[in-house]
Protein backbone atom coordinates (compact mmCIF):
# COMPACT_ATOMS: atom_id res chain seq x y z
CA UNK A 1 0.00 0.00 0.00
CA UNK A 2 3.01 2.36 0.84
CA UNK A 3 4.17 2.25 -2.66
CA UNK A 4 0.84 2.58 -4.10
CA UNK A 5 0.33 5.82 -3.13
CA UNK A 6 3.51 7.32 -4.64
CA UNK A 7 3.15 5.25 -7.77
CA UNK A 8 -0.25 6.89 -8.03
CA UNK A 9 1.52 10.03 -7.73
CA UNK A 10 3.69 9.80 -10.52
CA UNK A 11 1.30 8.28 -12.92
CA UNK A 12 -0.98 11.05 -12.43
CA UNK A 13 1.58 13.70 -12.89
CA UNK A 14 2.97 11.93 -16.10
CA UNK A 15 -0.98 12.13 -17.84
CA UNK A 16 -1.02 15.69 -16.70
CA UNK A 17 2.38 16.47 -18.47
CA UNK A 18 1.32 14.33 -21.39
CA UNK A 19 -2.36 15.86 -21.36
CA UNK A 20 -0.95 19.45 -21.73
CA UNK A 21 1.34 18.43 -24.37
CA UNK A 22 -1.56 17.17 -26.42
CA UNK A 23 -3.09 20.14 -25.82
CA UNK A 24 -0.41 22.15 -26.70
CA UNK A 25 -0.14 19.97 -29.87
CA UNK A 26 -4.13 20.32 -30.71
CA UNK A 27 -3.29 24.53 -30.72
CA UNK A 28 -0.39 24.17 -33.03
CA UNK A 29 -2.52 22.36 -35.66
CA UNK A 30 -5.36 25.09 -35.36
CA UNK A 31 -2.68 27.81 -35.76
CA UNK A 32 -2.09 25.75 -39.12
CA UNK A 33 -5.60 25.35 -39.72
CA UNK A 34 -6.48 28.74 -38.94
CA UNK A 35 -3.41 30.03 -41.73
CA UNK A 36 -4.97 28.20 -44.35
CA UNK A 37 -8.39 29.46 -43.30
CA UNK A 38 -7.18 32.95 -43.00
CA UNK A 39 -4.59 32.88 -45.92
CA UNK A 40 -7.19 31.90 -48.36
CA UNK A 41 -9.86 34.46 -47.04
CA UNK A 42 -7.49 37.57 -46.46
CA UNK A 43 -5.48 36.92 -50.01
CA UNK A 44 -2.07 35.33 -48.32
CA UNK A 45 -1.05 32.93 -51.06
CA UNK A 46 2.67 32.65 -49.20
CA UNK A 47 0.68 32.01 -45.79
CA UNK A 48 -1.31 29.26 -47.38
CA UNK A 49 1.57 27.81 -48.96
CA UNK A 50 3.60 27.58 -45.56
CA UNK A 51 0.20 25.43 -43.75
CA UNK A 52 0.46 23.13 -47.08
CA UNK A 53 3.05 20.22 -47.49
CA UNK A 54 4.32 20.42 -50.90
CA UNK A 55 2.82 17.42 -51.98
CA UNK A 56 -0.32 17.98 -50.80
CA UNK A 57 -3.22 17.19 -52.95
CA UNK A 58 -6.50 18.28 -53.07
CA UNK A 59 -9.72 16.22 -54.40
CA UNK A 60 -13.00 16.78 -55.01
CA UNK A 61 -16.47 16.63 -56.81
CA UNK A 62 -17.16 18.37 -60.01
CA UNK A 63 -20.07 18.78 -62.48
CA UNK A 64 -21.95 14.93 -62.44
CA UNK A 65 -19.74 13.52 -59.40
CA UNK A 66 -16.57 13.85 -61.27
CA UNK A 67 -13.62 13.52 -59.16
CA UNK A 68 -11.14 16.40 -59.92
CA UNK A 69 -8.01 16.63 -58.49
CA UNK A 70 -5.62 20.52 -57.40
CA UNK A 71 -2.24 20.12 -56.43
CA UNK A 72 -0.98 22.62 -53.27
CA UNK A 73 0.29 24.74 -56.28
CA UNK A 74 -2.52 24.88 -58.03
CA UNK A 75 -4.63 25.70 -55.15
CA UNK A 76 -2.24 28.18 -54.07
CA UNK A 77 -2.43 29.96 -57.72
CA UNK A 78 -5.89 30.39 -57.13
CA UNK A 79 -5.21 33.00 -54.22
CA UNK A 80 -4.98 36.56 -55.46
CA UNK A 81 -2.79 38.01 -53.26
CA UNK A 82 -4.26 41.47 -51.05
CA UNK A 83 -7.54 40.29 -52.29
CA UNK A 84 -9.73 39.11 -49.24
CA UNK A 85 -12.94 37.02 -50.44
CA UNK A 86 -16.00 37.66 -47.92
CA UNK A 87 -16.53 34.06 -46.63
CA UNK A 88 -16.60 32.63 -43.06
CA UNK A 89 -14.53 29.53 -41.94
CA UNK A 90 -14.21 27.51 -38.89
CA UNK A 91 -12.69 24.10 -37.06
CA UNK A 92 -15.07 21.83 -36.72
CA UNK A 93 -13.12 18.83 -35.13
CA UNK A 94 -9.40 17.80 -34.42
CA UNK A 95 -8.44 14.39 -34.19
CA UNK A 96 -5.07 13.55 -33.43
CA UNK A 97 -2.70 10.84 -32.40
CA UNK A 98 1.30 11.42 -32.38
CA UNK A 99 2.04 13.23 -35.43
CA UNK A 100 -0.67 12.86 -37.32
CA UNK A 101 -3.92 14.74 -37.46
CA UNK A 102 -7.85 14.66 -39.03
CA UNK A 103 -9.58 17.82 -39.27
CA UNK A 104 -12.72 19.18 -40.40
CA UNK A 105 -13.31 22.46 -40.93
CA UNK A 106 -16.38 24.41 -42.41
CA UNK A 107 -16.41 27.40 -44.95
CA UNK A 108 -19.61 29.20 -45.61
CA UNK A 109 -19.15 31.19 -48.61
CA UNK A 110 -21.70 32.33 -51.75
CA UNK A 111 -24.92 30.85 -50.21
CA UNK A 112 -22.69 27.47 -49.94
CA UNK A 113 -21.64 25.34 -46.77
CA UNK A 114 -17.70 23.80 -48.13
CA UNK A 115 -16.57 21.50 -45.78
CA UNK A 116 -13.18 20.41 -45.91
CA UNK A 117 -11.78 17.49 -43.89
CA UNK A 118 -7.95 17.48 -44.24
CA UNK A 119 -5.37 15.41 -42.90
CA UNK A 120 -1.89 16.46 -41.21
CA UNK A 121 1.58 15.71 -40.54
CA UNK A 122 4.12 17.12 -38.22
CA UNK A 123 6.78 17.31 -40.41
CA UNK A 124 10.40 18.82 -38.73
CA UNK A 125 9.08 19.92 -35.81
CA UNK A 126 5.45 21.70 -38.13
CA UNK A 127 2.23 20.79 -38.45
CA UNK A 128 1.28 20.94 -42.18
CA UNK A 129 -1.46 20.07 -44.31
CA UNK A 130 -0.60 17.01 -46.61
CA UNK A 131 -3.98 16.02 -48.10
CA UNK A 132 -7.37 17.48 -48.38
CA UNK A 133 -10.62 16.81 -49.60
CA UNK A 134 -13.50 18.88 -50.13
CA UNK A 135 -17.35 18.92 -50.33
CA UNK A 136 -19.72 21.28 -50.61
CA UNK A 137 -23.60 22.01 -50.72
CA UNK A 138 -26.40 24.81 -51.12
CA UNK A 139 -27.47 26.35 -48.11
CA UNK A 140 -29.58 29.26 -49.68
CA UNK A 141 -29.25 30.90 -53.45
Known sequence: MK??????????????VDGRAADCEVERIRETVTAYLDGTSKGKPEQVRDAFLPSLEVQYLGERDVLLRRTAADDIRRIEPGVSVPREGRIVSIDTTGKAAAVKAEILWNGRRYTDYMLLLKVEGKWRISNKIAVWEMIYE
Open 3 to 16: LAIPVLVVTAGLLA
